[in-house]
């Protein structure tokens, strides 16, 4: 793990509605500039924002299973309404650890990408105006999500020494998991209280989203 680059983008306030749209165009623009393999490009539009645009690595089963983690989040995020969380987007090499009396897969995890958001009550907003202030702090999640767009390219750009030698043909050469955080000083993380820890210095992976 000494070799593991740690990104963490800039906080997004975020209603819990526009998670699967930010997130989406997140993990995707990531994936995609992470797909050392052949890739099949296609460009996505936001469904809640204007002229907001991503591409996709047009790799079914890499799409399938950013969707799938998604939904994961968002179901979350519903079922935990007001909780401040964090996403992590981890790439890893997987290598065979052999003892005396055991071989079990190891995960050497050489790229993380942090996602933090803060959830924004909806049911909060002013009485007058309403509809003015929804569409000032929508357009403010906007320029937040544009600004992690140019962290990561900025990133993907600059840093490559960390990335390990590409050794498959696959479209997304390294496999990749997705991990909800609470961003609680207790850390009781739907998975682990000490996930982090145990991402960062333990051999047994940590519980992952599907």
Not at 18 to 31: P, S
Request: hydrophobic residues 40%; glycine residues 2%; contains cysteine.
């Amino acid at each position: 793990m000494s070799n593991c680059e740690i990104i963490k983008l800039n906080n997004l306030d975020i209603e819990p509605y526009q998670v699967t749209d930010v997130l989406r165009c997140l993990l995707h623009t990531i994936t995609f500039n992470r797909a050392l393999g052949a890739v099949n490009p296609r460009d996505i539009d936001s469904e809640l924002f204007t002229d907001l645009t991503w591409v996709t690595c047009g790799d079914k089963e890499v799409d399938a299973s950013v969707e799938s983690n998604v939904a994961t989040v968002q179901s979350w995020v519903d079922k935990n309404p007001g909780r401040q969380f964090q996403v992590r987007l981890g790439f890893f090499e997987k290598r065979q650890q052999q003892g005396w009396w055991f071989n079990k897969e190891q995960r050497l995890f050489w790229e993380q990408w942090i996602i933090p958001f803060s959830l924004q009550d909806s049911l909060q907003e002013p009485a007058v105006e309403s509809e003015i202030y929804r569409t000032k702090r929508k357009q403010a999640l906007q320029q937040q999500i544009k600004s992690c767009l140019v962290q990561i390219i900025t990133v993907v750009n600059e840093k490559r020494d960390h990335i390990p030698p590409v050794v498959s043909g696959n479209a997304l050469t390294f496999p990749f998991e997705v991990t909800i955080e609470e961003s609680t000083s207790e850390s009781s993380s739907i998975f682990a209280a000490d996930l982090i820890k145990r991402m960062l210095s333990s051999t047994q992976p940590p519980s992952v989203l599907h």
